[in-house]
């Protein structure tokens, strides 16, 4: 039976494309499904703003009238013009193990990104550097994460065969929170502050934080802005991800240093892990799966690191030395064993020199492919 393929029109077919993962991963004890509100929110036309500037479209394969795959292509105007690049991207890609899938998904978004005069296409990559991006290639029986992508062992090797190479790779790491905080540490950080007339910034809710958003994305602008496929962002873009992600900040697990000015120099943000709790729910919020989320957050036994930025001029002073041992402080008197990076560059060997005080092991490693057209 031949592949069918139909592109999403419609609210119906987008919630359709949102939720074929969860029927494909039903049985995998490794996928970390998406909040899928969270999701269709992301990739609605009307609702996220990266729209100004990227273009879209999204498919669906069948076959026997049944969803086999699903593939986005997304060309995104700002990365063309900063990068000086010509090319498209596609994400949200999913099928099963069948190779004619694969090829006729792919090739879908390749032929619109030739009708739209690009010479080539990468991904997996969403709308901008906060959507999930890379493809899993080591690490297929690693516990997901939230904020990165899984995916079966299959997928690279299709792609392979496809014409695909690698054009960038991250790592990832678990980190073992240590037994406790050596006393010295606690002195010398304690004096880098004095000295330095920095504090940490005290806060027992994520409202408090709010006075600070701006400071911190200018700190993800300045510190992000050289990394690959980086393009800045629009004021609706900082508050539709302030909107999604900042309420579920916890002061005990995330951390902003500020100087005398009250201007934020540094953060660095970790949440406990919401892979169980979103499995449990099913990706949905309501009406039970509030309750799962609380129980992550309340009792925690992982935490995902999700980012760290640094303003230039702090680099290398021990601010993160600082942020990194308040979140230890408190996975240790919580009971936290282990954090989950976030996947980093390859060769960004700055924050990945951050781990060889911890007991540590590098346990995944996830893909950027490209193909020429």
């Not at 995330?254 to 934020?264: A, G, L, Q």
């Not at 990706?283 to 989320?293: A, E, I």
């Not at 925690?300 to 990194?324: A, R």
Request: net charge neutral.
């Amino acid at each position: 039976m031949s592949i069918e393929i139909r592109e999403v029109l419609s609210r119906k077919d987008l919630k359709k494309f949102v939720k074929f993962p969860f029927d494909l991963y039903k049985d995998n004890q490794y996928w970390a499904p998406p909040f899928i509100a969270d999701e269709i929110k992301t990739l609605s036309y009307d609702i996220n703003p990266a729209f100004e500037y990227c273009n879209a479209k999204y498919w669906l394969a069948y076959k026997n009238g049944k969803i086999v795959g699903r593939i986005a292509a997304i060309i995104n105007k700002k990365l063309i013009e900063k990068w000086n690049v010509k090319k498209a991207r596609f994400g949200w890609i999913d099928f099963i193990d069948d190779k004619e899938v694969s090829r006729v998904l792919l090739e879908k978004a390749e032929d619109w990104a030739r009708e739209n005069d690009l010479d080539a296409i990468e991904g997996p990559m969403g709308f901008t550097d906060l959507d999930e991006e890379g493809m899993l290639i080591e690490g297929f029986e690693e516990q997901g994460t939230y904020p990165m992508i899984y995916n079966h062992s299959y997928y690279p090797e299709h792609l392979n065969e496809l014409g695909y190479q690698k054009e960038v790779d991250w790592l990832e790491f678990e980190i073992k929170v240590p037994d406790e905080i050596p006393e010295k540490i606690v002195r010398v950080n304690n004096l880098i502050l004095k000295r330095s007339k920095l504090k940490l910034l005290e806060a027992k809710k994520a409202k408090e934080y709010m006075p600070y958003i701006p400071g911190f994305w200018k700190i993800i602008e300045e510190a992000y802005a050289e990394l690959f496929g980086a393009i800045p962002f629009t004021d609706k873009q900082k508050k539709f991800y302030t909107d999604q992600y900042f309420g579920f900040l916890l002061p005990e697990y995330s951390k902003f240093i500020i100087n005398e000015k009250d201007e934020v120099v540094a953060v660095g943000l970790s949440f406990p892990s919401f892979t169980k709790a979103l499995r449990r729910s099913k990706g949905r919020l309501y009406p039970f799966g509030v309750f799962h989320m609380l129980y992550a957050i309340k009792k925690p036994t992982i935490l995902d690191f999700y980012l760290i930025g640094v303003k230039k001029e702090y680099i290398g002073n021990g601010v993160i030395s600082i942020m990194m041992n308040e979140i230890n402080k408190n996975a240790i008197k919580n009971g936290i064993k282990f954090c989950e990076t976030s996947g980093e560059l390859e060769d960004n060997k700055a924050v990945q020199d951050l781990w060889r005080h911890y007991e540590h092991r590098q346990h995944k490693r996830r893909r950027c492919f490209i193909k020429a057209l």
